[in-house]
């Protein structure tokens, strides 16, 4: 059984994805930073089991996940569900948002991270 958070394992994984985010990412990241979202801290690319997600929130545990093309094939659906369930089996909260969300509705992505910052 891995460690529940942030395994250094990952570390060189959790670098190489930091180093290129996506350009949601790169633009919800500057939303969450710094406390910038209700004064919850984020943290990118954090590892939490088996698995690096995009965003987590300790204190609310809640794992926000950006998803792109690959997120939509049958394989990358089969993944996401099984990952989800694992994250959701040890207690994490899951929201995904699309690429194109963020990119364009990002007010309103704002909006469903905060409601799920307060349940």
């Known amino acids: 059984m891995p460690r529940l958070f942030s395994d250094s394992q990952f570390t060189p994984r959790r670098r190489k ?3 290129r985010p996506s350009p949601a990412e790169k633009k919800l ?3 969450l930073r710094k406390r910038g979202l209700n004064n919850f801290k984020f943290r990118r690319q954090h590892s939490v089991g088996y698995f690096v997600v995009d965003f987590f929130c300790p204190r609310a545990m809640l794992v ?3 998803d792109g093309d690959s997120h939509l094939t049958p394989e990358g659906i089969q ?3 099984q990952r ?3 994250l959701r089996d040890h207690g994490l909260q899951v929201i995904h948002l699309t690429n194109q969300e963020v990119l364009w509705d990002t007010e309103r992505v704002l909006v469903k991270i905060s409601r799920a ?3």
């Open 17 to 19: 994805l930091r180093s």
């Open 29 to 31: 990241w500057e939303y």
């Open 64 to 66: 926000v996940e950006v």
């Open 79 to 81: 993944k996401d569900r």
């Open 84 to 86: 989800d369930a694992w």
């Open 117 to 119: 910052l307060h349940p």
